[in-house]
């Protein structure tokens, strides 16, 4: 069975973020197949998120500072998270807003998990971020709450709604 190819240079030169784009390729690929990604730098933050889906990594250079990374699933590889989501479209109006765009990692993630422990279950936040908050996500679905985030118009900002307690 061949590698599936992602190359998200083109995705980060025009300004974009790829993490969406792997997520989508994890969740196609076919049981025992490989993610084959190529990458202008190593891309040291997605191994622990594809760690947690199971996946070990074999990392190499390229010319021009680029790199090729694949991702191997093993025995513990899962094909999509078992969060079950309500749809965001079902979703409250938010009763929470945190401008959070401003702020240096951690403090948005700390922001958002304190805003979290104090709503009740169905209640929805959302957030205005400088970045997509990777980290965030499997502390989300550890802590049994739903999102659906995505960048503005812009490129500028992350948007992400968080349903408390949605995903148990």
């Not at 730098?41 to 998120?49: A, C, I, N, Q, S």
């Not at 899962?78 to 969060?83: G, L």
């Not at 995505?150 to 709604?161: A, I, V």
């Given at each position: 069975?061949?590698d599936?190819e992602l190359?998200?240079?083109p995705?980060?030169?025009?300004g974009?973020?790829?993490?969406g784009?792997?997520?989508?390729a994890v969740?196609r690929?076919a049981?025992?197949?490989?993610?084959?990604?190529?990458?202008p730098?190593?891309?040291?933050?997605?191994?622990?998120?594809m760690?947690?889906?199971?996946?070990a990594?074999e990392a190499s250079?390229?010319?021009g500072?680029?790199?090729?990374?694949?991702f191997?699933?093993?025995?513990n590889a899962?094909?999509?998270?078992?969060?079950r989501?309500?749809d965001?479209?079902n979703?409250?109006d938010?009763?929470?807003?945190?401008?959070?765009?401003?702020?240096?990692?951690p403090?948005p993630?700390v922001r958002?998990?304190?805003q979290l422990?104090?709503m009740e279950?169905g209640?929805?936040v959302?957030a205005?971020?400088g970045r997509e908050?990777l980290?965030?996500y499997p502390e989300l679905?550890?802590?049994?709450h739903a999102?659906?985030g995505?960048?503005?118009?812009?490129?500028?900002?992350?948007?992400?709604?968080i349903c408390?307690?949605?995903?148990?």
């Open positions: 069975m061949s599936l190359d998200v240079r995705i980060l030169r025009d974009g973020e790829p993490f784009a792997i997520m989508d969740g690929l049981p025992g197949q490989r993610l084959k990604l190529l990458a730098f190593r891309p040291e933050p997605l191994f622990g998120v760690a947690g889906k199971g996946f990594y250079p390229l010319e500072n680029d790199w090729e990374v694949v191997v699933p093993g025995e899962v094909s999509a998270p078992e969060v989501r309500r965001p479209e979703w409250p938010p009763s929470h807003y945190l401008d959070l765009a401003e702020l240096d990692p403090e993630m958002i998990l304190t422990e104090e279950e209640e929805v959302f205005l971020l908050p980290l965030l679905q550890n802590r049994g999102w659906a995505d960048f503005d118009e812009t490129g500028r900002f992350y948007r992400l709604m408390a307690g949605a995903g148990r």
